[in-house]
């Protein structure tokens, strides 16, 4: 009997370890399967968290689907080939023109970004264009030797904004992945690197120092970099995103827009001290860009600046003689574009015989005073778009509009509608000294367009 309860007994022991093992196997496959819900939650914020980061302002702006484009390894734009291509208009675009002088039509093409073009800026030499797209690339450009130079890859994210030196020897870019990078534009080799807190939002290079850049990011930094230095210069508490920012050409104060609809102006000079501060509009939109026309050179300031925010309302200040000291003066407001809370950028094309004075409107009126006027067939007087000060403005109904700010202050409608574009217009720029204006859009492309004077044989500014 004792060995039949021993057998019994070890039966017992051997069942409770195998009902025992058996709810470890149980509590082992719960254990693995909330593990692995774990695990796609996190995923999934991860996923979240870097859709998030791509946005541009507090989550307004979203991530375009990835487009494939072919590439064109042709002539981007050929000056001689502009001239000789009289009255050329793509049949899908149609360009609204009067036989205006100041009007543009378009003439090229770039493709090669597989993402929307957020950025796009001509190089002070004039021969060369860089843009910069959510494809994460940078593309220079060559406009001489009509090809696509080189395309600089390395940031991890979007690409939101670049400048030059004055030289064009130097491209800066800066990501959303948090890095400021600058470029040869001779050899497309990354030269520098810099890490700062948030996303950058707008850079640019220091006129008239080079190895010196300003950052603006949307942890509300205005950060001072120094190519020989790995940790930032200086970095400046705004309070609120810096989204847009110029720096004067000759010395070391910056002119920033933020998402307050504050423009703020800095003498760094001073450690980042804020010596004026302006309210663009009474409902204190966030600002997506600011712009200052050109002056008669690189290292001379221009008179008037634009801004652009979320009200589909583009602003025009004069900026007097002797900007900061002079002030900011509201000069005019123009409206048409339409901005639907994306970042629209615009820029200046200043005329060299423009003249800041009543002579413009009168010679529009009589064609006298000696501003440079032409005559048309009919023998009416046209001011030429070399006395003109123009404002193009990119737009989220997919075009580029064009305003004339030199002229009767009533004219506050567009000049042109420029279309041809299929989606949204992020950015403009005009060449620095002829009337050749490049588009970049979210349809992964750029945009050449050309003065109709230009391209009826007058001569360019």
């Given at each position: 009997?004792?060995?039949?309860?021993?057998?019994?007994?070890?039966?017992?022991?051997?069942?409770?370890?195998?009902?025992?093992?058996?709810?470890?196997?149980?509590?082992?496959?719960?254990?693995?399967?909330?593990?692995?819900?774990?695990?796609?939650?996190?995923?999934?914020?991860?996923?979240?968290?870097?859709?998030?980061?791509?946005?541009?302002?507090?989550?307004?702006?979203?991530?375009?689907?990835?487009?494939?484009?072919?590439?064109?390894?042709?002539?981007?734009?050929?000056?001689?080939?502009?001239?000789?291509?009289?009255?050329?208009?793509?049949?899908?675009?149609?360009?609204?023109?009067?036989?205006?002088?100041?009007?543009?039509?378009?003439?090229?093409?770039?493709?090669?970004?597989?993402?929307?073009?957020?950025?796009?800026?001509?190089?002070?030499?004039?021969?060369?264009?860089?843009?910069?797209?959510?494809?994460?690339?940078?593309?220079?450009?060559?406009?001489?030797?009509?090809?696509?130079?080189?395309?600089?890859?390395?940031?991890?994210?979007?690409?939101?904004?670049?400048?030059?030196?004055?030289?064009?020897?130097?491209?800066?870019?800066?990501?959303?992945?948090?890095?400021?990078?600058?470029?040869?534009?001779?050899?497309?080799?990354?030269?520098?690197?810099?890490?700062?807190?948030?996303?950058?939002?707008?850079?640019?290079?220091?006129?008239?120092?080079?190895?010196?850049?300003?950052?603006?990011?949307?942890?509300?930094?205005?950060?001072?970099?120094?190519?020989?230095?790995?940790?930032?210069?200086?970095?400046?508490?705004?309070?609120?995103?810096?989204?847009?920012?110029?720096?004067?050409?000759?010395?070391?104060?910056?002119?920033?827009?933020?998402?307050?609809?504050?423009?703020?102006?800095?003498?760094?000079?001073?450690?980042?001290?804020?010596?004026?501060?302006?309210?663009?509009?009474?409902?204190h939109k966030p600002i997506s860009h600011?712009?200052?026309?050109?002056?008669?050179?690189?290292?001379?300031?221009?008179?008037?600046?634009?801004?652009?925010?979320?009200?589909?309302?583009?602003?025009?200040?004069?900026?007097?003689?002797?900007?900061?000291?002079?002030?900011?003066?509201?000069?005019?407001?123009?409206?048409?574009?339409?901005?639907?809370?994306?970042?629209?950028?615009?820029?200046?094309?200043?005329?060299?015989?423009?003249?800041?004075?009543?002579?413009?409107?009168?010679?529009?009126?009589?064609?006298?005073?000696?501003?440079?006027?032409?005559?048309?067939?009919?023998?009416?007087?046209?001011?030429?778009?070399?006395?003109?000060?123009?404002?193009?403005?990119?737009?989220?109904?997919?075009?580029?509009?064009?305003?004339?700010?030199?002229?009767?202050?009533?004219?506050?409608?567009?000049?042109?509608?420029?279309?041809?574009?299929?989606?949204?217009?992020?950015?403009?720029?005009?060449?620095?000294?002829?009337?050749?204006?490049?588009?970049?859009?979210?349809?992964?492309?750029?945009?050449?367009?050309?003065?109709?004077?230009t391209s009826q044989g007058r001569p360019?500014?």
């Amino acid at each position: 009997r004792s060995a039949k309860d021993a057998r019994l007994g070890a039966h017992t022991v051997r069942d409770h370890r195998m009902e025992w093992g058996a709810s470890d196997l149980k509590g082992n496959d719960a254990l693995l399967r909330e593990n692995r819900e774990l695990k796609e939650q996190l995923d999934k914020l991860e996923r979240e968290n870097r859709d998030l980061k791509k946005s541009v302002y507090d989550l307004n702006v979203r991530l375009m689907s990835a487009r494939t484009a072919p590439s064109v390894r042709g002539a981007p734009f050929d000056i001689d080939a502009m001239l000789a291509r009289e009255g050329s208009v793509q049949p899908e675009t149609k360009v609204q023109t009067d036989g205006d002088g100041r009007t543009f039509t378009w003439m090229s093409e770039l493709k090669g970004h597989s993402g929307a073009v957020y950025c796009v800026q001509y190089s002070p030499c004039g021969r060369l264009l860089a843009s910069g797209s959510f494809d994460k690339t940078v593309r220079i450009w060559d406009i001489i030797q009509q090809r696509e130079a080189h395309v600089l890859a390395g940031h991890t994210m979007a690409v939101s904004d670049l400048s030059w030196t004055f030289d064009s020897k130097l491209v800066l870019t800066g990501s959303y992945d948090g890095t400021v990078r600058t470029w040869s534009a001779d050899t497309g080799q990354q030269a520098t690197e810099h890490a700062v807190d948030g996303m950058v939002q707008a850079v640019a290079f220091l006129p008239n120092e080079p190895g010196m850049s300003v950052v603006g990011t949307s942890r509300a930094g205005l950060v001072l970099l120094d190519a020989r230095q790995e940790q930032a210069a200086m970095v400046t508490a705004n309070d609120a995103m810096v989204t847009s920012l110029y720096p004067f050409r000759n010395d070391r104060i910056v002119v920033t827009g933020d998402a307050r609809g504050m423009l703020r102006t800095w003498d760094l000079r001073q450690m980042s001290t804020c010596i004026d501060v302006v309210a663009n509009d009474a409902n204190h939109k966030p600002i997506s860009h600011i712009t200052v026309s050109r002056g008669q050179n690189y290292f001379e300031e221009g008179r008037f600046m634009a801004v652009n925010n979320y009200n589909n309302v583009l602003r025009v200040y004069d900026r007097g003689r002797m900007p900061p000291k002079s002030g900011l003066a509201f000069a005019r407001s123009v409206h048409g574009h339409t901005v639907l809370n994306w970042p629209i950028r615009s820029n200046f094309f200043h005329g060299a015989e423009h003249q800041l004075s009543a002579k413009l409107v009168k010679a529009r009126q009589h064609g006298s005073d000696g501003v440079s006027v032409a005559q048309d067939d009919e023998g009416e007087a046209e001011v030429t778009v070399g006395a003109s000060l123009l404002l193009a403005s990119g737009s989220a109904d997919h075009n580029v509009y064009l305003y004339d700010v030199g002229g009767p202050e009533e004219e506050s409608t567009p000049l042109q509608v420029l279309s041809g574009h299929t989606d949204r217009v992020y950015s403009v720029h005009f060449h620095p000294s002829e009337p050749i204006l490049a588009s970049c859009s979210a349809d992964a492309t750029v945009r050449i367009w050309i003065a109709a004077s230009t391209s009826q044989g007058r001569p360019m500014s």
